[in-house]
DNA sequence: TTCAATTTGTTCGTATGTATC
DNA sequence: GGATACATACGAACAAATTGA
């Protein structure tokens, strides 16, 4: 267990990473702290004495506790001069290991380290994760952000980094508030083209699969309605069904039960080819076959596409390329060469999981 | 005027360099100091803090306080730096991403950070990676050796951690020349297992698929041929198919040929999960089916044992358990708590490419 | 310049928790 | 298990430096 100096400590530090206590102005006084905390003041002083330690405030008698920096200047963390944080939702997922994959090598090749970390898109891990970066004071990060589509409570870490000169760049998804330059594929035209291929295969009623606490289930839902314009189409939202990280597991009971009831539905465009194996496995619970009964598409072009009894059509995803795309681009900016934005183009894959329908 | 705890702190550090106190052994209790010196016991703390810092003591609780001689060694690398270094092999593929998460989780959880390196199994690769590790100054390492059963040009750096008290540890093999600890999965035992299976299930002439430039490959084949020791059967090297790194795209090729000569041999253990499903699509292209032509067993329960059309009998692999092992393992170790090796045993899985046969 | 208020520094006392031998 | 030794936490008092009225 935490011993109550260390909470107050970590709270304090918290504080001081997200510019709530900024570098050169002082902390609230003792009796404060004491107050706030409601704890004696020599707990206090502890707390205060391991960030002092730690290089993360100075005390001035008759003054006050100020907020030093001195911690990145320190030989304490590592020679941050060519460090890169990466920061991703998960590691050992799905197209995960491939962008890494793809940062990792582009970094070694040019003499840069990789110091990784995870959030298992949870916003606490977030924030712990951040934390860590800035305190072992890396030279540039790449994120892929955590939650994108949901307020994220973490945005004063990120402008803690760009008050600090250090480059920040988000892969996959970004957080709309922040304005940072962001690495991504362009989502709202993967959505678009997997919906206009199942209309080109005749297919007239259709159904989506999204996952909307991040900003591609909201793109991608986007391509699907704006394909639905172009037809001239309607779409039924009865036919939108939506879910987020912590309500994944039970997505298909509840599809099952609507599919059911739904029976002009003749294809599915899913999130991702992991929902759409998913998907296919659901169906085949219940009798139902792909693609002779229901065309699905996926969506990354991920080793699941091909994994799976049947082989999913699905659209592209540069993987490695976008992890390579990051590191040069941070790189760069490390070197103060700030370049744009860069948007990958999917492109559609043809499998076996769409068939075409002739009326 | 000097205050109390620093006139405390003069006298014992005076005593500590007329060797009054030696290095290593224990100084008064605070109980004690309090009366010598007729103060509270929090003066005698504040004294005893000064001198922990300074680095003339060490604090142990429920033993005593120390007499250290870091402070002679300062700036050094004996800083408190939470940085562990971790080069594997590869980072993508197959059971590697989970190893890594493993790490990550269980290092995150504890504060400290990860600097991720990856060797594509090339010495080359490795040295860098290794130049990379002293030079950002990591605090521990764990290493997945590159080519663990070749002549490995790299010694000379992990002796260099050794020399700079940086602890090391290895997974999933080691360099037998050298004395580091290990966590590994007993694979002698893994291609015991594998071969006695077969043998259970009827099987009387087996084949082996084994990556002989790494120390998995030879000890699984060392358990292959105790299986066939303990059976008193005779095995025919040519029934032994190995390959490398460099030639692992060939050996389908080569093995077609002789699998076609070798009428008699009806079961074929496999290095691993990727190699047993390689040789599944090597023989459907010969016209041959997995059970029913060939039994064949994998390793290491990877996705890909249940990825593919068949699913795989292999052999159980600790993947997370590993890699979170491993980190706890490496954080004792920086805190100077040394622990033995660590052997997980493997256990048989039992899915669909292997057929009993009676005669 | 002085003075009072504020803030950290030093020192005492006491009680309870927890690791080690 | 009991004694020892360090760890955490509470409370109180006065000292010393700074700040601003």
Same sequence: chains 1, 2.
């Avoid at 002082?26 to 905390?37: A, F, N, R, S, T």
């Avoid at 962008?99 to 040019?110: A, D, F, S, T, V």
């Avoid at 803690?160 to 304005?179: C, D, H, Q, T, W």
């Amino acid at each position: 267990m935490k011993t109550k100096y260390q909470v107050i400590a970590d709270e304090i530090r918290s504080k001081i990473l997200s510019n709530e206590f900024v570098v050169g102005k002082v902390i609230p006084p003792e009796l404060q702290l004491q107050k706030d905390y409601g704890v004696s003041r020599h707990t206090v002083r502890e707390a205060i004495a391991l960030l002092v330690n730690e290089g993360f405030l100075r005390k001035e008698k008759g003054s006050g506790t100020y907020v030093d920096d001195s911690y990145q200047r320190r030989g304490d963390g590592v020679s941050s001069s060519k460090t890169i944080g990466v920061i991703t939702t998960y590691l050992s997922d799905y197209i995960f290991p491939s962008i890494i994959r793809g940062i990792e090598q582009k970094l070694r090749e040019n003499g840069y380290s990789l110091l990784l970390a995870s959030t298992n898109n949870d916003v606490d891990q977030e924030r712990a994760c951040l934390e860590q970066m800035l305190s072992q004071g890396v030279s540039g990060l790449i994120v892929e952000p955590t939650k994108s589509n949901q307020y994220n409570p973490n945005l004063a870490y990120y402008l803690s980094f760009k008050e600090r000169g250090i480059p920040v760049v988000m892969i996959n998804a970004y957080y709309e508030e922040l304005s940072v330059p962001f690495i991504c594929v362009n989502d709202t035209k993967a959505g678009y083209l997997a919906t206009k291929h199942l209309f080109e295969q005749g297919h007239q009623h259709l159904a989506l699969i999204t996952k909307i606490d991040d900003l591609q289930g909201k793109y991608r839902m986007k391509g699907f309605i704006k394909a639905h314009e172009e037809m001239r189409t309607n779409f039924d939202p009865k036919n939108v069904y939506t879910y987020t990280t912590e309500t994944k597991a039970q997505v298909f009971e509840t599809l099952r039960e609507k599919l059911a009831r739904e029976q002009e539905v003749t294809g599915i465009v899913c999130y991702n080819d992991e929902v759409a194996q998913g998907l296919i496995q659901a169906l085949a619970a219940m009798g139902k076959r792909v693609p002779e009964d229901y065309s699905v598409i996926g969506n990354d072009d991920s080793f699941l596409s091909t994994a799976g009894s049947v082989k999913l059509t699905t659209l592209s995803h540069p993987k490695e390329e976008l992890g390579e795309a990051a590191a040069e681009w941070i790189m760069l900016a490390v070197q103060q060469e700030m370049t744009g934005n860069k948007i990958f183009e999917p492109e559609l894959i043809i499998r076996d999981s769409v068939k075409r329908i002739t009326n």
